[in-house]
């Protein structure tokens, strides 16, 4: 089983940064993929960025040039930098983990964009 916690979310202002940190815990797995999903109120969640187990990453064309998604894969920890944040980015962030035949969440975390 894996076990993710996510940290770093809050109220920041336009333009603002935010570094999201979350820890898998594993029991017994190897995690290959990790990333990050959003969702806003009233709207489907939807993908950020993702990170493949080789350091390819994927992002969102919403956030590209704003986002960076990295990787600890000693510590199972995958980080998301926020940058030129702005409302629309407002949404809670989730992470995730993928393990042989598997996706796991974490609780999310709140990110709230307003001057």
């Known amino acids: 089983q894996v076990r993710l916690v996510e940290s770093g979310g809050g109220l920041v202002q336009p333009g603002g940064s935010l570094r999201l940190s979350c820890a898998a815990s594993?029991?017994?797995?190897?995690?290959?993929?990790m990333g990050w999903n959003r969702q806003a109120p009233g709207k489907e969640r939807e993908l950020v960025a993702h990170?493949?187990?080789?350091?390819?990453?994927l992002y969102a064309d919403s956030v590209k040039g704003r986002f960076t998604i990295s990787r600890d894969s000693a510590k199972n920890t995958v980080y998301l930098q926020v940058d030129s944040l702005k409302p629309e980015d407002t949404a809670v962030y989730y992470c995730?983990?993928?393990?042989?035949?598997?996706?796991?969440w974490g609780q999310g975390t709140q990110v709230t964009v307003s001057s």
């Open positions: 995730y983990a993928d393990w042989p035949g598997a996706r796991s």
């Open positions: 990170i493949f187990s080789g350091g390819r990453t």
């Open positions: 594993a029991s017994d797995v190897s995690i290959s993929a």
